[in-house]
């Protein structure tokens, strides 16, 4: 242990995720070493994003205003929607410059064991947007796990309910992977999904 | 890319040791999401450690006021110096118990490619305490590796030519490991330092 504030650090930082006790001491050494003024910022960064960051009221994306900057983009196609899981989903289909619509951010995933059901998803949120906006195809990005599958199986059949065209991200090898280290149920759902080659 | 402020925050976390660009974004949206009384603390820590936290005029350990608790403790043995290479040491072998004396913190080690030669470590306050004290015994308790061994080296070569009596921890097998997965300079150590049993 630590004297005082030191120790307090620690405490704090180890409470961070993906964090262990040795990582949250190495990392109050460098606090205790580094800038004064770079560890200010820091600390002020942390203050500033609890204050200043909102979540979108139409996707639910963090955003700084109202709405977030895609769902202001006039550019983008407005009559599709791809359900994502969180923020950092967003961020991962954008960077593939694949998909030109919006987006929906569920909160999370349907998970019994930690007690997260529908009502704790902005799947609301979801069906009051499919009665405002024109939507002609909604892709379901959900993770490829158990709580993704779980939350994109029970979406895909409140939706189809309503007439709406409901598609899912193919699931299947890496790309750059190597076959011989798939997993079963990766490779099965590969040949699941096979494609004629053209 | 993210907006403004959450950027801004993974940025920051990113720079600290032992935090890539995923764990800097998964730390930040644990940060959004987290309650803001917490997240004020953790800044404030921050923000506190910098403030409060001082080197013990001493031995360089880290302390809240001018000397730290263990060269205030009037019951530790005041002729024996463990030198360790940082603050966190100190604490690793005050775990171990086996230990009554003081310390001195040199702040590094010996490492010529980053630059830090033994005018860059605290030689010359250990050097200075060694004519205002009465030491019987310094323990070198540098890391096992080439910086930590170089530095060892050095200071015992100093230190002997000032009739100081000097020791080295042991190096041999770690308690608990398996003699097969030793590495090769582990086990010739254990060989080079073995004991005969009473």
């Known amino acids: ?9 620690i405490d704090e930082l180890g409470r961070l995720p993906g964090i262990g006790p040795k990582s949250a001491q190495r990392i109050a050494f460098h606090i205790l070493e580094a800038d004064p003024e770079d560890m200010r910022k820091l600390a002020s960064s942390i203050v500033t994003v609890k204050d200043k960051v909102k979540f979108c009221s139409i996707c639910g994306n963090v955003t700084e205003q109202e709405t977030c900057t895609i769902c202001r983009d006039s550019r983008r196609d407005p009559t599709m929607i791809c ?21 929906h951010v569920l909160g999370g995933a349907i998970n019994p064991i930690a007690g997260i059901g529908p009502d704790q998803l902005r799947i609301r949120e979801l069906l009051s947007r499919l009665s405002d906006e024109q939507i002609s195809e909604i892709i379901i990005a959900t ?10 199986t029970y979406l895909s059949r409140m939706l189809k309910t309503l007439g709406i065209n409901v598609t899912r991200l193919a699931s299947g090898l890496p790309v750059g992977g190597d076959l011989e280290y798939a997993d079963e149920i990766t490779l099965g759902r590969a040949f699941e999904g096979r494609r004629s080659m053209s």
């Not at 004297?3 to 307090?8: L, M, S, T, W």
């Not at 923020?87 to 619509?101: L, N």
Request: net charge negative.
């Open 83 to 103: 359900v994502v899981e969180e923020s950092k989903d967003v961020i991962a289909v954008e960077r593939t410059r694949s998909f030109r619509g919006r987006y």
């Open 143 to 152: 993770d490829p796990n158990l709580e993704g599958e779980a939350t994109a």
């Open 1 to 9: 242990m630590y004297e005082g504030a030191v120790q307090e650090l």
